[in-house]
């Protein structure tokens, strides 16, 4: 007998808006709201009804993160908390830890809703890629339904709310508590919403699921399975012709299927491509399947799903492998705030996340710890970088008073459900995590959980291998946690890496979370020594990267394991970036908010560390780079430790022309001088500091020359790029130098900048990396931190000239030009 359909309000509500863009086709328009919104931070009685008056409500573009305007407060989600991973022995008050933003309360977004192509035989679907947090959403002042995780994607069937061919009214009111978190969350609308129209008989939002089951050098199998949905007993032979198109838009495969109204409602295809070209992080080749549901003659619906070709492999004492070729990852732990930009989502800004990531040779990212943006995802499949995709950071068990355990039993099948129906077509994505450093892990029944978890993940997609970022050693091996996950990932824990092994019957593990070094950009801390939970009275870290918490490591600790432990596959650091809130070692500490984790600041400017790893990781490109800086006065005579972190293995350091010995990495007790080269008795001089570095046949290859800076003299601008798309979204990223005479950077420069932008585009937000620092991010002036602050700029709807204006007293300003263009889109 056939198979009933699902009725279309509980499908929308458990399949999302597949990550593909759909193809043009009358029988389909999809829309993108992202103008003409109406916003008010506060409850307001009656918004949702469409005679509301809202005019005098703020007008705002989605995505829109209403916090992140500040202004910043120590009494904002101020939590009293003891940190277990602290070793705290009771409760303290945490100012900073959410970042000190006005993200807690209620606000609600109001939108007219035309909706043109919508009539008779039609279904409507608003489709949310996230909305923080608690979202009630209603159409014409009807709640069409609910959805609480504020970092999952969820659509709902709207089709028996609208008025066709009349006006309609769209309201979502936001609720975020106190908290709910242990880092800035953001707030408000701060992904995309869109309204996807179709005929009735269509596939529904995340209706395909793509395989590739066998992969040759002369072919690739692909496994397609398309959903169909149709209006309750309106059962009709139909039909699905589905196009494979390479990545120059030749067809090289196609199909055609019939489906006779008793088969059911999910067609199976198998298509096979010639010489298909693989994904790889080095290699991001992508194919499209394109597919057209037919009744008889009538086009019913189009869908593309773009994929790539790869196949991967996890083997007891081999690691991973992708396409056949083992490799360890080389990756980065991310939050999902944008620096400056708050949660608000930006293609460009990510973008230029994962341009940085790429140039220091990381090839995956974690998306801790929840589900990411799909703009990211996306990226990561054009860019070259494995994902391993987060779900959680709480099971049943609190880590914080309001945060997800409180949703967990009734929510988390639909969120796992989602989060992999969403993002399962995507070669970027190489595993599920179903959550971080639960507290489950040292209950009885929380390997249970974990394994209930795992089995959705394998029922919904069984090509991915499932994961849990674990910190509790001792009874994620006592209680099977360990034992029951696809995956084995610890945090913190090189030291014990032999042992899991020993213990655990999957023959290989990973470090989920690694390093959580500490830092602050341009900062120096004198005297030079290693240690752990350091604090000074400024409230930054130094930059010779010698500092972790009490819980954590260096860097070259965790490298040590990675290189002399073939079973170990690779690492994701804590962080990739800085990012708002989690201010460790400073939790009890104001003006401290935001974390000092990243190789990269706030404001995406590279610390020294970011060099540390890319000497290690970008194997196509040379690093020498030096540290610190040498402007010193008054350390004139005292020892100040020189470090060089090369891809070289040798180097030679100079002060003023003389020599201070020649150091070679090597292997060592200390690991240290295992993968750094260190000169710990280097006498202060002002001048110069010359590095000259040698490769394996001891011939000089490479120099750096760092020297002492004269007073501030000037501003000058660097952008990281001079074309930009006239499509209202774009951004550049502008560095802001205060710099000497001679072109040197001034390192102790505080100086206020001023920026004003002119011609096509706009200011968007500024930042200075400085984790202390409480000015706005939205006004076009802050006080340079290192001597160094970034602007951001975005282009607007017209192709022209932008032009960037940077000001500050005593110094001559500087001004540069970038262009739009429709073309650059």
Known sequence: MPRPALPLKALAATLLLLAAR???????????????????????????????KDAKWQTVRVPHDWAIAGPFDGNNDLQAVKIEQNNEAKATLKAGRTG??????????????????????????????????????????????????????????????????????????????????????????YRNVHLIVTDDVHIPVWGTYLATPEITASFAKVKLRTTVATPTGAYQPLRLDTEIRDAAGQVVATTSTPLAATDGLEFEQNLVVPQPKLWAPETPVLYTASSKLYAGDALKDAYTTRFGIRSFKFEAGKGFSLNGQPRKFKGVCNHHDL?????????????????????????????????????????????????????????????????YSQYFDEWSERDIVNMVHRDRNHPSVVMWSIGNEVPDQSTPGGNKIAKRLQDICHREDPTRLVMAGMDRFDDDLKNNFASVLDVPGFNYKPHRYAEAFGKL???????????????????????????????????????????????????????????????????????????????????????????????????????????????????????????????????EGQPTPVFCYTSYPSAELFVNGQSQGRQTKGPSDQPQTRYRLMWNDVKYAPGALKVVAY????????????????????????????????????????????????????????????????????????????????????????????????????????????????TGAGLKSDEIELKTSTAAQ
């Open 339 to 403: 620096g400056p930009l708050g949660a608000a989502i930006n293609t460009a800004a990510l973008r230029r996340q994962l341009t940085l990531l790429k140039d220091m040779g990381c090839d995956a990212v974690r998306t801790s710890h929840n589900m990411p943006a799909p703009e990211l995802v996306s990226l990561c499949d054009e860019m070259g970088f494995m994902l391993m995709v987060e779900a959680f950071d709480e099971w049943k068990s609190p880590k914080v008073k309001n945060g």
């Open 100 to 189: 000190g933003l006005p993200f807690i309360g209620t606000g609600w977004y109001r939108r007219r809703l035309a909706v043109p192509q919508f009539g008779a035989g039609q279904r409507a679907v608003l489709l949310f890629d996230g909305a923080m947090s608690n979202a009630h959403v209603f159409v014409n002042g009807k709640e069409v339904g609910f959805w609480p995780y504020g970092y999952n994607s969820f659509s709902f069937d709207i089709t028996s709310f609208l008025n066709p061919g009349g006006d309609n009214v769209l309201a979502v009111r936001l609720q975020n508590q106190p908290e709910t978190s242990r880092w800035y969350p953001g707030a408000g609308l």
């Open 22 to 52: 759909p193809a043009t086709a009358q029988a389909r328009h999809e829309y993108l709201l992202d103008t003409n919104w109406k916003f008010s931070k506060g409850d307001v009685a009656g918004a949702q009804n469409p005679a509301f």
């Open 695 to 806: 490769d394996a046949q001891g011939k000089a290859v490479a120099e750096e020359t760092v020297r002492t800076a004269g007073k501030p003299d000037h501003i000058r601008l660097v952008a990281d790029r001079t074309a930009l798309a006239a499509d209202g979204q774009d951004l550049a990223y502008v560095t802001a130098r205060v710099e000497d005479a001679q072109g040197n950077l001034c390192p102790a420069a505080a100086t206020e900048l001023k920026f004003a932008v002119s011609g096509a585009g706009t200011f968007r937000a500024v930042g200075n990396g400085d984790p202390t620092n409480l000015e706005s991010f939205q006004k076009p002036q802050m006080k340079a931190f290192s001597g160094q602050v970034m602007a951001i700029v975005q282009a607007s709807n017209k192709a022209g000239a932008l032009r960037l204006k940077a």
């Open 505 to 635: 019957p999957q023959g290989f593990l990973f470090g989920s979370e690694t390093a959580s070094t500490v830092s602050s950009r341009g900062v120096y801390k004198f005297p030079v020594v290693k240690g752990k939970d350091k604090k000074y009275d400024d409230q930054q870290s130094s930059s010779y990267d010698l500092e972790a918490c009490n819980w954590s490591q260096t860097p070259d600790e965790e490298f040590v394991a990675q290189d002399d432990l073939p079973y170990v596959m690779g690492e994701f650091v804590w962080t990739g970036f800085d990012y708002l809130g989690e201010p460790t070692p400073y939790d009890e500490k104001w003006p401290s908010h935001s974390s000092m984790f990243g190789m990269l600041d706030l404001a995406t400017m590279p610390k020294d560390r970011f060099y540390l790893y890319r000497a290690r990781w970008n194997t196509a490109a040379a690093t020498l780079h030096l540290l610190p800086h040498w402007t010193w006065p008054g350390r």
